[in-house]
């Protein structure tokens, strides 16, 4: 048995172009849809996440702005900018680069964002919404995940869902996004952590299984059930010598022996990461639909 594998990379520009297509309804009626990007410090990959956002930004026609400090930007200097951004009617999406720096408190700056500009879904209200299933700007990974599925052809509905991973990014959402009773959810969830004992018995008994704990390879074969659909929200470089760059990119999931029992699977890359970019796309245009109604 050889699984499927999820193109994440296809079905990210399919909502790109719907996004695109939905950004220049609002442009047409007058309104440029905004998204500004708060970068602090110069960390090798927060600056190439940001460049790929702002990239999509300019496939969709969606305007992007740019606000980089450096690391030793005090928290009252950062809370002024994100107060700015909020108060300017011409932004209608606002994104905080993270991580931050030590002395900067992430929860204090999340929460300085306004809700209806919180494309990146973290904002304790758009997680309240979250959880009671109203309309909300959800977390751009999860949300990805029900479509890269559903648009794989696949269906969520009666199915168990084993979530390995309890972050406020990824875990906590997807639970919340699975267990609703709506369209690509309907699922019953079970959310694994490092607390959880004997893991793999709850693993192999997941119809979908999500990874999301930041360990290279760690779901393997005799984890999954057969016939499970596998989807790796992991990214770890992992030192290797044949590479020209000295690392190769790898997920949580071990690819090769996973991929021999599950029905289908996503990769690492060009599974789950380019979803969570165009599912930013997708909330920045829905957040300036709303700002503008």
């Not at 909502?15 to 297509?21: H, P, V």
């Not at 849809?33 to 990239?55: E, H, W």
């Not at 390995?164 to 959310?191: D, F, W, Y």
């Not at 990874?211 to 290797?240: E, Q, S």
């Amino acid at each position: 048995m050889s699984a499927t594998i999820l193109d994440g990379k296809a079905i990210a520009a399919e909502i790109r172009a719907e996004a695109a297509s939905a950004a220049q309804q609002l442009i047409d009626a007058g309104t440029t849809p905004a998204l500004a990007v708060v970068l602090i410090g110069n960390n090798p990959a927060s600056a190439a996440y940001v460049g790929s956002k702002i990239k999509a930004c300019a496939e969709c026609g969606i305007e992007s702005i740019e606000r980089t400090a450096d690391s030793d930007i005090s928290e009252s200097e950062l809370l002024s900018i994100i107060n700015d951004l909020n108060n300017d009617a011409s932004v209608h999406g606002i994104l905080v680069q993270l991580p931050l720096p030590d002395h900067i408190d992430e929860n204090s700056i999340i929460e300085a964002v306004h809700p209806d500009k919180d494309v990146d879904g973290f904002h304790p209200i758009n997680t309240g919404r979250l959880v009671a299933g109203s309309e909300c700007l959800a977390p751009c990974t999860p949300a990805g995940i029900p479509e890269l599925i559903s648009r794989s052809g696949f269906t969520t509905s009666g199915k168990h869902a084993v979530i390995i991973g309890r972050s406020n990014i990824v875990g906590k959402p997807m639970m919340n996004i699975l267990v609703q009773k709506a369209e690509n959810a309907n699922c019953t969830v079970t959310c694994c952590h490092s607390g959880t004992p004997d893991l793999a018995v709850h693993t192999k008994q997941a119809d979908i299984l999500i990874a999301a704990i930041g360990v290279a390879d760690f779901v393997t074969a005799d984890m999954v059930k057969p016939g499970a659909l596998v989807i790796d929200v992991g990214i770890n470089r992992v030192d290797d010598d044949t590479r020209a760059r000295g690392y190769r990119l790898t997920g949580d999931v071990d690819f090769d022996s996973v991929s021999q029992v599950a029905e289908a699977i996503s990769p690492v890359p060009g599974g789950v990461g380019p979803m969570t970019v165009a599912m930013l796309m997708k909330n920045t245009v829905a957040a300036a639909t709303r700002l503008t109604e």
